[in-house]
């Protein structure tokens, strides 16, 4: 691991402070169970590593007046599991399907939407778009059974990493994000980017800023679920992921819906479409089925990963099924 310098500010003023203006100069860690094993593997090599455990405020879940809830960034996976209820099934599905109680201890939510992308090519030194010394490409006709259907249209073809992102932009949660200029609150569905070239990063957020908490509207009469499709049951990252979020009425017809799918995009990935298809339909298997088929239709495969398009639709007819109960 190359040396750098270590700071461990109390205040989010003093971590913005210690910051960077340019990727790379500097890294943020909380829970280190994505940094330190690119700083052992030398795809970052920051000057200053920035550790923001002891900013107090950043930690905790708390209830508002409204009935939303407030999610530290600090706050671990399993505490966030432990203090939601089920009104935020999509979420606390999400988070229970990572199967390391190690990683759900120490791993941080805010941490979780910030993890760069799992891509092999990315993981082994090739860069974020994936290209060898001539400046080639490999991801379009190399391995690419895990990148992405959807949004590769451009040089990113990674998926996000995120777990919690597709939950949350179901639940129309708001990111709050502070730096030099103050306080910001960002929607979910609007927080991820796909990056445009190997120095961008695959969020919204400037080198100077952190995750402060996540904001959820109230979920009375919202039901929600996620679904992901795993190779197998061990520690590892989804295939295909899908998070919906419904309201009924008394007669069972969707008056709203949210959905978004994972790991199948550069982002977490709104698919507005399929959820307008719900509005004003009773939930059946062929209902969700459909949703499901229209969430994927622009869906684009790569060489190797014309799989991930079925596994994509059957997420989101299950998460469906799931969420209407």
Aim: hydrophobic share 45%; charged share 20%.
């Amino acid at each position: 691991m190359q040396n750098f310098e270590y700071a461990s500010p109390t205040t989010k003023e003093q971590a913005v402070e210690l910051l960077g203006k340019q990727w790379g100069e500097t890294e943020v860690i909380a829970g280190g169970t994505d940094l330190l094993s690119l700083m052992k593997d030398f795809i970052v090599t920051p000057k200053r590593v920035v550790n923001i455990k002891n900013i107090a405020e950043l930690r905790g879940v708390t209830i508002n007046r409204a009935g939303g809830v407030r999610i530290g960034a600090l706050t671990s996976l399993e505490e966030m599991i432990e203090r939601l209820g089920k009104g935020y099934g999509a979420l606390t599905q999400a988070a229970k399907e990572i199967t390391s109680p190690q990683i759900r201890n120490m791993g941080t939510v805010g941490g979780d939407l910030c993890q760069r992308p799992r891509c092999w090519y990315f993981r082994a030194g090739f860069g974020l778009m994936a290209k060898n010394e001539n400046g080639e490409p490999l991801v379009p006709n190399g391995d690419n059974r895990y990148h992405a259907i959807l949004g590769n249209d451009g040089e990113a073809k990674f998926v996000s990493a995120s777990s919690l992102g597709p939950g949350l932009i179901a639940l129309a949660a708001k990111i709050s994000v502070f730096g030099p200029k103050g306080a910001r609150e960002i929607d979910a569905d609007k927080f991820f980017v796909a990056p445009k070239s190997a120095s961008d990063r695959e969020t919204v957020l400037a080198p100077n800023e952190i995750v402060t908490a996540i904001n959820i509207p109230s979920t009375v009469g919202v039901r929600s679920a996620t679904y992901e499709v795993r190779q197998r049951e061990a520690l590892d990252w989804p295939m295909a992921a899908a998070s919906v979020a419904l309201k009924l009425d008394a007669a069972k017809k969707v008056t709203s819906a949210r959905i978004a799918l994972g790991h199948v995009a550069p982002t977490p990935w709104n698919a507005a479409e399929a959820a307008k298809f719900l509005v004003g339909k009773t939930i059946t298997e062929d209902v969700a089925a459909e949703a499901g088929k229209i969430a994927v239709a622009n869906a684009k495969s790569l060489s190797r990963n014309a799989y991930k398009i079925q596994l994509a639709q059957v997420a989101v007819k299950r998460a469906i099924l799931q969420a209407a109960g």
